[in-house]
């Protein structure tokens, strides 16, 4: 069981900047595939970003390549995502999860689907103004 509470969303302009953060608690989460996901209004959740928090591999979706990044600090139990040059659709409902890692470790979070990922924040909402 991990609970996860994201933060750090709100409004900003289309070149704009925002670090949303969440915060870990229960399980070892660093044992999880972590990843974030966003859904827009009318539209299906996706994925952002993941990352196995034991390892340094990463992956992005393409559309946030070079602007977004993921990345944790283990002594506050929390993951980040550094968003930049916000565009307009970036706007949408921004929501960290975990997923149990199946199989050896090296391959975890390697073509997880939103469905593998059991425990969710609650979402914070992300609108950038053109």
């Known amino acids: 069981q991990v609970q996860l509470v994201e933060s750090g969303g709100g409004s900003v302009q289309a070149g704009g900047s925002l670090r949303l953060s969440c915060v870990a608690s229960?399980?070892?989460?660093?044992?999880?595939?972590m990843g974030w996901f966003r859904q827009a209004q009318g539209k299906e959740r996706e994925g952002v970003a993941s990352?196995?928090?034991?390892?340094?591999?990463?992956s992005y979706a393409e559309s946030v390549e070079g602007r977004f990044t993921i990345s944790q600090d283990n002594a506050k139990n929390t993951l980040y995502l550094e968003m930049n040059d916000l565009k307009p659709e970036d706007t949408a409902v921004y929501y960290c999860?975990?997923?149990?890692?199946?199989?050896?470790?090296?391959?975890?979070?390697?073509?997880?689907?939103?469905?593998?990922?059991?425990?969710w924040g609650q979402g914070t909402q992300v609108t950038v103004s053109s």
């Open positions: 229960g399980d070892d989460w660093t044992t999880y595939c």
């Open positions: 990352k196995y928090p034991r390892s340094l591999i990463t």
């Open positions: 999860a975990a997923a149990r890692v199946i199989g050896p470790h090296y391959t975890a979070c390697q073509e997880y689907e939103v469905t593998d990922f059991g425990y």
